[in-house]
Every structure is written in structure tokens, then in C-alpha cells.
């Protein structure tokens, strides 16, 4: 394929006897945004490692701009930039020193890289912090700091492992908004998330892998089209016109509302989007029922995870912690 | 979104690239990591106080509580106080460059586990480099703490008797050892579990090697089987090459009969350095590679 940014076949990678990847197959077509998405210990930081050089699969190959990642992982490091979970900057430096040091072992003129520091400094909003160690960074400043390190070669792909993750909203957003900017100068990402809405945010194409195998790709809205279309969801004040209101819904929805009664909560699948909700209003209020909270809900990548694997994300990732909670406490009696 | 429209588009160039530097490229980036490590030292400047203040604690403590009880051959009472401190500096100097191991080891198990190493892999450099960069930084930081030994040995006592250019060989050859102890110590700091197991054990093999010396007492007193692996100690050889390079006093007798190793101070402290770095420098990098091949 030789539009594509990045291609990745039959990616394995084994940990004793935990099969980080198994099987991976991945394009990420150039010029677009490709969302990796899944629950912690999904394969996502392993496939992103492997495809950055920065680990050998067991078997598979991987190119990325048409550049054997085993073979040449030189020249791949060449036209790559990568940003990690945990912000690759080195503490005791200031931004402006991290800057230059990550260009000047790209091997480009110091003389450059001292332009390319002011610029990317001034576009991150780092300059009134450049001289400053970046420990004295918050959060979200370190990250951008890392992502402007992981650009001064201008690269053409860039990987991005869970960008925002332990970033408070306000730099979630702040972030999203400069990896929007470099998607629109033309630049190929691909993108590890566990944040659902962060993929729906930033990617095109997703891709859902779980237990080192792809379970599911397409574009968000295919995604959430395979689990079903919008839901209205009414939460009645009394519980008494439960009955009238599910009678009510149940001649506007696609098919029969499901009632919860603890919670005085009926959801029914529509179609029709928001002017649906309309008709929904008129009908309850003619059939006497009082609101005490309507929504017209969209499936969100979470429902997609959901209706994929059994579970939710957040499942998952607890499930993951408490399997890794008790490997630790095997390791430390048999210690 | 409104604050988008805010970033400034990025204007510059097509990157440069640099044309091959005339050492070449594992130079090139073993200096710009260098570079950040000796920053660091900077930024920390607390650490380098007490990493200065230990070894003027070791000059004032062997000079003076010690001093007296240990004999200098050919000087005895005050004058072989005196003579002991003139003895002592050098082998202190030996000791002192040696401990830039202990650092080297404590740097490299936290550069690996920070994300910074990330971010070198993930660059087009040498992978030497991270090495190189802090075993240069380690070896460079002991042109201060060799200063200030300087004049923490002149205000005992000590004094520089042979000439200018013997002085000045003498410290080059301390930078020597300085540089090749940190290659052990790196090597050492790539098998740390964590940063505060390095703290120990970084620490632990550099008592004997500069105890089973003579860096603080002279050989003779010592059992014989001792004496031989003193004697073949580098950091013995080293010691004494100051010594002479010095005009200190040498702790040896006159006409005392000296392994070949003491008699050729000099050529056997260039030979074992020669020796240690062709053994260490590509365990250390081999074992750098394997550790982040992972």
C-alpha cells in the first residue's frame, strides 16, 4: 500500500506468558488520524513501542513511511515523533534546554535548532516558562513541552501514547486543540487513548484491540451505528405515571422502552435524532407526565466497548488492577 | 475552537542537517548528553556541596586523627605528621576520583528508569551516547572536586614539589581513572532495580578498592598475601604516580624490594585503564542495548 503511513502484520509480543500482542494488524493510512483504543494492558503502549523502534516484536513486521522498523529503525527514528505516556523531558533542564538538546541529536545544525526552539516554544506557550527547569512545569506544560521535543524534526508521523492521560480537563482540551492544529497541516498520527471521547475527539479511523488482537475498527460513527442508533432516556417525578409514560414512549420509539423502575427511568431507541425529542415532550406532557430529567443519548464509544467485549472500559481496567493487585501479592509470599 | 487560531503556524525551514563532525557522531552526541548531566549538576547544587564536603572531611579526618599513628618511613614525631599529610593528599585524590563511580551508578539507574530514556531511544542518536555522556560528565565533574581537594591539602600541609608539568600530568591522570571507574560504575548501574538500590551498591566495592591500597597506609605493614593485591591494585599504582609526579613521599623504604606494577607506577596505571575500558565500555553498551531492547 503505498499511501499508507503505517502498516503493521501479524505484530506478536510475548512477556513469559503474557501475549502483549497477538496477531496485530494495523494501517494507518496517511494524512489521517488513527484512535488505538482499549482498556489498560490491551496491547496499545506495546504496538506503539514496537512500531517506534524502541522494541523488538516476537514475529509480525511493521513499516512505517514504507521503512522496515526492524530492519532500519534508524531511519525510522529519523522521520518519527513519539510522545509517551509520561513525559520524556528531563527535569533539571529548562524547556528551551530540552529543545535543543532532542534537535541537536536529530544531527541538525545547532544554528536551526535554536530557531526551532523559539518556534515551537512560542506555539506551545512555553515561552514565558522557556528558561525555567521544567520541574517547575505543571502537568500539562510538561506534556506540551514533550510534544514540542517530539517535533523539531518536523515529523511526518507522529505516535502519541495516551497524550492526555493524568491531565487535568482544561489541558486535555489545550492539548487536543495543538494535535487538531498539526492533523490540519497534514501530519500522520497515530493515537493510543483509553479515553473513549478522546478518540472521538482527535481520530477519523479506530481501531479497538483487547488482548493483543484487533475486536473492531471503523470510523466512530460506524462503530456506534453497530450498537444501535440514539436513545431517549426520561427520568419521571412520580412514580405513579411510570405506566402512562412508558405507554407514551413506546408509541414514539423504534421499539419497546425498557423501564427501570428504582431509578423511574425509561429508555427507548429512537430514530429520527433530535426532533424526535419534540414529539416526545408533546406526547408526555398530553399524557399528564412530569419530567424530571430527558436526554436523547447518543452511544458512545463506551457502549461500543461495552456491547465488544462484555465489559466496559472502566470494568476492564478495574478487573485489570485487581489481576495485577493479586500477581504482586503471588510474588511477594512466594518471595 | 477559538484558541486554535492562536498558534502561531510553524514557518521554519526544512531542518538542517549538520555535516558529519570531524570525531564523528558517538562524540558529537556523547557530549550533548554530557552536557545535560553536568547542567544537572548545576541545578542540583546541593548535591555537589557534600559530594565536595566528604572528601575534605576524609583529608581532615586522616590527617589529623589517624595522622599520628601511622609511620612514613624516614620521618617520625611531628616531622612524620607532617610527612604523613604529604602522603596522605594524593591517596585521597585516588580515592575521591574513584567514587565518581558511585555517582555514575546512581545516574544511570535513574536515567533508566525515568521517561527521558524514551525519548533518547526514540531519537536517530548513537545509543553509546547515554553512556559516554555520563561517564564524561562524572570524569568532568572532578576537575572541581580536585580543586578543592587542591587547597583543602595546601591549607594541611601539603605541597606540589616537582614542577608544574608533573602536577598537571599527575591530575590528568586522576581524570583518567575518574573516567574509567564511571564506565564500571555505569555498568554497574544498568543491573539496578531502582535508583536506591544503586545508592548501596554503587558504593560497596569502592571501599576495598581503595583501602586494599596505598592510598592511606603503606604497604609494608600489611600481610603479604594482602600486600600483592594491593600492589596490583590500579588505584595503588595511581596513588603512587601522584606521589612521584608530585615529589610527595612515597611511603617506601629505600632499596625496598616493589612489585613491578609500583616500580612502573605510571605505565601500569595507563596500562590498567587501557585494560578496564577495553573490558567495560562494551560490556556496559551491550548491556544498554539489552536493557532497552525490551
Request: with cysteine; proline share 5%; net charge neutral.
Amino acid at each position: 500500500m503505498a499511501d499508507a503511513a503505517v502498516v503493521a502484520e501479524g505484530l506478536v509480543k510475548t512477556y513469559g506468558e503474557v501475549r502483549a500482542l497477538d496477531g496485530l494488524d494495523l494501517v494507518v493510512p496517511q494524512g489521517t488520524v488513527l484512535g488505538l483504543l482499549g482498556p489498560n494492558g490491551a496491547g496499545k503502549t506495546t504496538a506503539v513501542r514496537i512500531l517506534t523502534t524502541l522494541l523488538r516484536p516476537d514475529s509480525g513486521k511493521a513499516t512505517v513511511a514504507g521503512i522496515d522498523v526492524i530492519k532500519n529503525p534508524d531511519k525510522v527514528r529519523g522521520i518519527i515523533g513519539l510522545t509517551g505516556q509520561y513525559a520524556a523531558v528531563d527535569e533539571y533542564l529548562t524547556g528551551r534546554e530540552n529543545i535543543n538538546m532532542v534537535g541537536r541529536l536529530y544531527h541538525f545544525e545547532p544554528a536551526w535548532v535554536k530557531k526551532r526552539a523559539d518556534e515551537l516554544l512560542e506555539r506551545f506557550r512555553l515561552t514565558d516558562a522557556a528558561d525555567r527547569p521544567a520541574k517547575t512545569y505543571s502537568g500539562g506544560m510538561r506534556r506540551r513541552l514533550d510534544l514540542a521535543a517530539s517535533l523539531v524534526a518536523k515529523p511526518e508521523i507522529l505516535f502519541l501514547d495516551e497524550p492526555t492521560t493524568g491531565l487535568d480537563p482544561r489541558s486535555r482540551i489545550e492539548l487536543w486543540e495543538v494535535i487538531e492544529n498539526l492533523v490540519s497541516e497534514g501530519t500522520t498520527v497515530l493515537l493510543t487513548t483509553q479515553y473513549l471521547e478522546e478518540a472521538d475527539q482527535l481520530a477519523e479511523d479506530i481501531v479497538v484491540i483487547d488482548r493483543g488482537q484487533v475486536i473492531a475498527k471503523g470510523t466512530s460513527e460506524t462503530l456506534k451505528d453497530s450498537v444501535g442508533g440514539d436513545r431517549v432516556e426520561i427520568v419521571v417525578k412520580d412514580p405513579t405515571t411510570l405506566d402512562a409514560a412508558t405507554a407514551a414512549l413506546a408509541a414514539l420509539g423504534s421499539s419497546e422502552p425498557k423501564v427501570n423502575i428504582e431509578d423511574r427511568r425509561v429508555t427507548v431507541p429512537v430514530t429520527g435524532g433530535s426532533t424526535v425529542l419534540v414529539d416526545v415532550v408533546r406526547g408526555l406532557d398530553s399524557a399528564g407526565v412530569v419530567l424530571e430529567d430527558l436526554s436523547l443519548r447518543r452511544p458512545t464509544l463506551d457502549d461500543v466497548f461495552l456491547s465488544l467485549t462484555g465489559r466496559t472500559a472502566e470494568e476492564e481496567e478495574a478487573a485489570d488492577k485487581k489481576a495485577r493487585a493479586r500477581s504482586k501479592k503471588k510474588k511477594e509470599a512466594s518471595a | 475552537m477559538s484558541a486554535t487560531t492562536s498558534l502561531q503556524p510553524l514557518t521554519t525551514g526544512t531542518p538542517e542537517k549538520r555535516s558529519r563532525p570531524l570525531l564523528g557522531w558517538h562524540l558529537h552526541d556523547g557530549l550533548v548528553v554530557g552536557k545535560r548531566n553536568l547542567i544537572q549538576t548545576i541545578r542540583v547544587p546541593e548535591l555537589l556541596f557534600f559530594s565536595l564536603v566528604q572528601p575534605v572531611i576524609f583529608v581532615l579526618m586522616f590527617a589529623y586523627v589517624f595522622g599520628g599513628a601511622i609511620p612514613v618511613p624516614g620521618a617520625s614525631g611531628e616531622a612524620g605528621a607532617e610527612a604523613y599529610r604529604a602522603y596522605l593528599i594524593p591517596g585521597i585524590f585516588a580515592q575521591t576520583v574513584a567514587f565518581a563511580a558511585a555517582s555514575s551508578t546512581v545516574g544511570i539507574a535513574e536515567d533508566m528508569h525515568k521517561g527521558i530514556i524514551d525519548r533518547f531511544r526514540s531519537l536517530p542518536m548513537k545509543a553509546s551516547a547515554v553512556l559516554f555522556g555520563r561517564t564524561y560528565a562524572d570524569a568532568a565533574r572532578m576537575i572541581l572536586v580536585l580543586a578543592v581537594l587542591t587547597i583543602t591539602g595546601l591549607v594541611v600541609g601539603w605541597r606540589i614539589n616537582n614542577g608544574i608539568a608533573n602536577a598537571v600530568l599527575a591530575y590528568l591522570l586522576l581524570l583518567l581513572f575518574a573516567y574509567v571507574v564511571a564506565w564500571i560504575g555505569s555498568w554497574i548501574g544498568l543491573y539496578m532495580p531502582n535508583p536506591e538500590t544503586a545508592n548501596t551498591a554503587g558504593l560497596i566495592w569502592l571501599f576495598p578498592l581503595t583501602f586494599i591500597s596505598n592510598a592511606f597506609v603503606p604497604l609494608a605493614g600489611m600481610p603479604s598475601g594482602l600486600q600483592a593485591i594491593a600492589a596490583w591494585n590500579p588505584l595503588s599504582a595511581l596513588t603512587l604516580a601522584c606521589r612521584e609526579l608530585f615529589g610527595n613521599p612515597t611511603g617506601l623504604a629505600p632499596g625496598e624490594e616493589i612489585y613491578w606494577s609500583l616500580a612502573n607506577a605510571e605505565l601500569y596505571t595507563l596500562l590498567s585503564c587501557g585494560v578496564l575500558l577495553a573490558i567495560f565500555v562494551p560490556l556496559a553498551v551491550r548491556k544498554y542495548r539489552r536493557t532497552t531492547a525490551r
